[in-house]
């Protein structure tokens, strides 16, 4: 499904959808720098009823946040080196225990969901629009 994204308010739009095709534990984001992933995480976790403050787990690697579903599990992998880095936060075990986990710049650990069902989301930026494509 696509999606174009004109607007903030566009992103609501985004996150419904997103809600209503969840059947997986794993979204993956992709996109370039200040595509919108972090923007329609805050949607998206916003949308699932959680009321913590949503932000770019660029230096954490990783933030919890409560849902009325469960965990959310947000990571950005762009600062991991190698999928070992990925294995020593303990992804695996997060993976395991959420409800969601969004991972942001995935490359690093794409390989390791060879088998696994999984959602993706892709963002391009278009000057002052953005197009979405969900899987």
Known sequence: M??????????????????????????????????????FTQFLLKNLGSEDEVSSPTYSIVNEYNTSKGKVYHFDLYRLKNIEEAYDIGIEEYLDNAFLC??????VYEDE????????MSIINKGDSREITFE
Do not use: C, M, R
């Open 113 to 120: 969901l060879y088998g696994l069902k999984y959602h993706s």
């Open 102 to 107: 969004i991972i942001e710049w995935p490359e």
């Open 2 to 39: 696509q999606f174009n994204i004109n607007t903030i308010e566009d992103w609501q739009e985004i996150a419904d959808h997103t809600v209503s095709q969840l059947i997986h534990n794993i979204l993956l984001l992709k996109g370039n720098l200040g595509a919108g992933k972090t923007t």
